[in-house]
């Protein structure tokens, strides 16, 4: 069963601390992973994507690993901001198709001053 | 132009209403999509229209209606909604539906609707 699977379920970290979000998922076959940012009550909005021969990714302070073997991504937010509380969400995509699109259940981030 | 926009922001409709909600694109995507989200939950996919032709209908009752005028708009009609379809409606685009980077959806801000 194509599946995504994300931890933690919630995180809160204070600001200008580091945090590593994973993302585990069974989806097969493998086209692309992306990690969105959702702010609440808004649309998610794309930090990164990888297909199976990048295994990594950075937009800013945003770094993401994928590790195709194992099945497994991580997002790595440095130096947090205020500004980075929000939903991080996992996607998986397998071929053919494309829209065979998984979700994860998300990481609720909350960054305190 | 690289977004997705969304009209209205915020909708409330009764159960007898009809209502549509819009969604624009002006980057030549080919593929756009709808997706109905709860709160604390991911999206849900709705529909998948790939070159102005209906792709995908992921079981969603009849009174939701999709749309594709045109490659830029995407309308989805509601009619005789229920107060448990209550939730954020986001619209997405991509290249396309084939594999790698061409189905990397962008969304639009989405739809409040609420349903009394």
């Known amino acids: 069963k194509n599946q995504v699977e994300q931890s933690p379920q919630s995180l809160i970290i204070l600001e200008g601390k580091n945090c590593t979000l994973q993302c585990n998922y069974t989806v097969s076959p493998f086209s692309n992973l992306r990690w969105y940012k959702q702010d609440t009550g808004r649309g998610p909005v794309s930090l990164t994507i990888m297909t199976f021969s990048e295994n990594t990714k950075s937009n800013g302070r945003y770094t993401a690993t994928l590790d195709a073997d194992t099945k497994q991504s991580s997002l790595h937010i440095t130096a947090s901001q205020l500004s980075d509380s929000a939903s991080y969400i996992c996607?998986?995509?397998?071929?053919?198709?494309?829209?065979?699109?998984?979700f994860g259940a998300g990481t609720r981030l909350f960054v305190k001053a | 132009d690289t977004e997705v926009t969304q009209t209205p922001k915020h909708l409330v409709m009764g159960m007898t209403n009809k209502k549509s909600l819009k969604c624009e694109q002006h980057?030549?995507?080919?593929?756009m999509y709808w997706y109905k989200q709860k709160a604390k939950k991911p999206p849900e996919l709705m529909f998948v229209y790939s070159y102005e032709k209906l792709s995908i209908n992921e079981s969603v009752p009849s009174r939701f209606s999709p749309e594709c005028p045109n490659s830029s708009l995407l309308n989805l009609h509601l009619h005789a909604l229920q107060p448990e379809d209550s939730a954020l409606y986001l619209c997405a685009s991509s290249q396309g539906l084939a594999g790698g980077h061409w189905n990397e959806q962008f969304f639009g801000p989405g739809t409040r609707l609420t349903v009394l």
């Open positions: 980057m030549g995507h080919r593929a």
């Open positions: 996607v998986v995509s397998a071929i053919p198709g494309g829209f065979k699109t998984i």
